[in-house]
């Protein structure tokens, strides 16, 4: 079945540092790719849409500035988490939906728990 | 209102139980439904999709009440490994609408099964 690949699935780094997350689809092509955040004892909230060939769609109360997200080709999306402070460690995840369309069960990679020292 | 509310628990049963979650939602728009399971630190996992029609699924059994806009979960003779947070999932958008595809996740239930 389809697969969604994300890397790294932890990352401890300091105060400052910018951070890289990636969001594969391993065998199938994703145009559209969201991008979740998850803080302890709390549910997923979409942080962004990412779109194959055009600019992401950020949720209200997300930074675009803060949260760079470059859908470089139809199996990859990144996300970056630039000059990364304590209040942004979480749990990120991201999904995709499969080849039978966005209204079907989506696709979630593994996650990526990020500390920030 | 939240979009997807749930309660949250936390429910505690012991092995063997009936446990019934509910989920409301509040855009009467949405397209699709969905149980998720998260383990501690994991991400979340399809348990099953939910039609208006109701469906099962082994010990699992999810109905969908469009008019009062209510998702429910019933797990019969639950097992230890059933221990985990249910998530209510909801996708509002229609195909090719700007939210086609984004899920919205209700808070999350807690089940633990006991001994």
Not at chain 1, 7 to 22: D, F, L, M, W, Y
Request: aromatic share 10%.
């Amino acid at each position: 079945g389809a697969v969604v690949s994300q890397h790294p699935s932890r990352v401890i780094c300091k105060s400052g540092t910018s951070v890289k997350i990636e969001c594969r689809s391993l065998d199938f092509q994703a145009t559209t790719m969201f991008w979740y955040r998850q803080f302890p004892k709390k549910s997923l909230m979409l942080m962004a849409t990412s779109n194959e060939g055009s600019k992401a769609t950020y949720e209200q109360g997300v930074e675009k500035d803060k949260f760079l997200i470059n859908h470089a080709s139809l199996t990859l999306s990144t996300l970056t988490v630039t000059s990364a402070h304590p209040e942004d460690s979480s749990f990120y995840i991201c999904s995709a939906p499969g080849p039978q369309g966005g209204d079907q069960p989506q696709h979630f990679g593994d996650g990526t728990r990020l500390s920030i020292l | 209102r939240k979009e997807v509310e749930q309660d949250p628990g936390p429910f505690n049963v012991p092995e063997g139980a009936t446990v019934a979650f509910n989920c409301t939602y509040s855009n009467s728009a949405s397209q699709s439904f969905f149980w998720y399971r998260q383990d501690c630190r994991k991400e979340p996992k399809l348990l099953m999709s939910v039609y208006s029609s109701g469906n099962e699924d082994g010990r699992f059994t999810a109905q969908l009440n469009r008019a009062s806009q209510y998702i429910s979960l019933l797990i019969r003779d639950s097992k230890l490994s059933d221990s985990a947070t249910y998530l209510c999932v909801v996708n509002m958008g229609a195909a090719g609408g700007t939210s086609y595809g984004k899920l919205t996740f209700g808070q999350g239930t807690i089940l633990t099964v006991h001994p």
